[in-house]
């Protein structure tokens, strides 16, 4: 069983009198510990895609499995679970909250967490340390260089100990060496911590680097 499957996905967004299909009749299988990149142009339905697989936007039809349950089928509460209990997101911004300091921007998806709460201080600098950070536990967001809050945000992402990363253009506002850096750090985690990752981005040569790879356009798969 794989550990995503989609099956014959659409999404309609109406605007007006104009129906808009930005995921048209998708079918895709996902395998736990896979590294998958999406690649396409913008409008392509890349987005909308993995925000549907995250659980954040419902499909117009179809149905998404994870680990063999329909949670396109399920209600408010339990989608919100799943998404916070199976998933981590990164953003192409870090979207760090400016009043709170790298350690507790890192805490905040515990607090939506069920899950056992001691230990999280330490399991917060032990991620901080892990993406290269350590030292910056106690810094604000104003006080980071782009790459540092964009490593606060992988700490993050990693707080709930996710079975899948969906990063949409990560590293879209990174220089080509920290890129390089972060780059290397998603496949580490991949390798060691056996995360799905499944990363949008415009650059074709770190598509590449995925053992995967699926272009979008106008909503449909062409290749995979």
């Known amino acids: 069983m794989s550990q995503i499957e989609i099956a014959d996905i659409s999404k309609i967004y109406t605007i007006g009198d104009l129906n808009i299909r930005a995921v048209d009749n998708v079918s895709l299988k996902i395998e736990k510990g896979e590294f998958l990149s999406v690649v396409g142009h913008s409008g392509s339905g890349k987005t909308t895609l993995i925000s549907i697989i995250g659980g954040i936007i419902r499909p117009t039809s179809g149905r998404v499995l994870f680990e063999g349950s329909d949670i396109s089928s399920l209600n408010d509460e339990k989608l919100s679970e799943y998404r916070n209990e ?18 507790e921007n890192v805490l905040l998806p515990g607090i939506f967490s069920p899950k056992e709460k001691s230990g999280a201080a330490g399991k917060a600098e032990e991620y901080l340390n892990m993406v290269g950070i350590g030292e910056k536990t106690n810094a604000y967001p104003s006080q980071l260089s782009g790459g540092q809050q964009r490593r606060v945000a992988i700490a993050r992402a990693l707080m709930n100990e996710p079975e899948v990363i969906l990063a949409d253009e990560p590293t879209g506002d ?12 998603f496949k580490r985690l991949n390798r060691e911590k ?14 590449r680097q995925a053992q995967k790879q699926i272009r979008m356009t106008h909503g449909v798969i062409k290749e995979i």
């Open 194 to 207: 056996k995360v799905t990752f499944i990363f949008i981005t415009h650059n074709l040569d770190l598509a």
């Open 86 to 103: 199976k998933i981590g997101f990164m953003f192409q911004f870090a979207s760090l909250l400016p009043i709170l300091t790298a350690k």
């Open 174 to 185: 990174l220089d080509e060496e920290t890129e390089a850096e972060i780059m290397e750090l």
